[in-house]
């Protein structure tokens, strides 16, 4: 693990003992979007040694990890990848603290070394072109239908996937030709994807906002908020910069 800086070793140990003293991290449990996966499990070690704490990251589709918080998994802190799954949890009222963390913007994304040569998003037209996507009640596949209706494409997906990782694995694995992912996952250093340029996605309305929020039954309050000071702070917006998000 990376060596903290002599500051945050000292708001660590404060931190501790806000949360219990004896010298014992708490586990704070963070239910997060799987776009999120690449940074959150690199950054996990360090984000440890900051804030004192043990993560326990779980990865699935905003829409599933909202409705599991509501249903009463044992979550500390959600991240979504869009404020309307971000929703669900705060009408059910158990988060609070909602807090921008990062953007993210679409990308066209194909099989390494492009077998069936698809140079722009027009292309995903083509009889010839196995598409999946995004299921449209998660986040990536509502701005990808998006997407689709403004440029006025015709497409047929082979399959529409529950969450990111699934629809870029299918691409990944030689099942499907391209689909319509994050410019985060072409960040992720994999070297079984690649990305062909989609200028049409250049548009504030087609991003994912990641909101943050603190799951109200928490028993380590004070952990959870300073995490998401951590994901919103300077290193926060550095860390989510190399990865290939945007600022919130």
Known sequence: MRRAASVAALFSLLLVAACGGGGERPELDVFAASSLEPVLSRWAPEIEERLGVELSLSFAS?????????????????????????????????????RPVARNRLALVVRASNPVRIRSVRDL????????????????????????????????????????????????????????????????????IEGVAMPEADDP????????????????????????????SSRGRAVFGRAGFLAP
């Open 62 to 98: 905003s829409t599933v990890v909202a409705r599991q918080v509501v249903e009463g998994a044992p979550a500390d802190v959600l991240i979504t990848a869009d404020r309307r799954s971000m929703q669900i949890a705060a009408d059910a009222g158990v988060v609070d603290d909602r």
């Open 125 to 192: 037209q083509r009889s010839d072109v196995k598409l999946v996507l995004c299921d449209p009640d998660v986040p990536c596949g509502r701005l990808a239908a998006n997407l689709i209706e403004r440029v006025g494409l015709s497409v047929r997906p082979v399959s529409f996937e529950e969450n990111v990782s699934a629809a870029i694995g299918k691409v990944a694995l030689g099942e499907a030709d391209a689909t319509i992912a994050y410019a985060s996952d072409l960040r992720a250093g994999r070297a079984d």
């Open 205 to 232: 309305e087609l991003e994912a906002v990641y909101p943050a929020a603190v799951v109200r039954r928490t028993t380590h309050r004070a952990a959870a908020e300073s995490l998401i000071e951590l994901l919103t």
